[in-house]
């Protein structure tokens, strides 16, 4: 089974970026693969995020930004992950 893939867009010297990773990673542990980008290695990141960050998303749709919302991720990984097969 391929794990939803969560990505931060974030900066380095982020106080909310470094907060938001640090209450993301063990909510999601083997729930999802989690990727952390760097807004200003990117134009376009920089441009779409820059006074956003951190910004959430999961399998390319928005979840939350400035704070984890953790219930919002939580319903995002629920719908993105399919139910398992009773045998």
């Known amino acids: 089974m391929t794990l939803p893939r969560i990505?931060?867009?974030s900066r380095?010297?982020?106080h909310?970026?470094?907060?938001?990773?640090?209450?993301l990673l063990p909510l999601v542990r083997d729930q999802a693969t989690v990727e952390v980008r760097n807004v200003d290695d990117h134009p376009a990141w920089q441009a779409r995020y820059s006074d956003r960050v951190p910004v959430v998303e999961l399998d390319g749709k928005p979840v939350c930004q400035h704070h984890l919302d953790a219930v919002a991720l939580g319903q995002a990984l629920a719908a993105a992950t399919p139910p398992v097969a009773a045998s």
């Open 7 to 9: 990505l931060v867009y």
């Open 12 to 14: 380095p010297g982020c």
């Open 16 to 23: 909310l970026c470094d907060e938001l990773l640090e209450a």
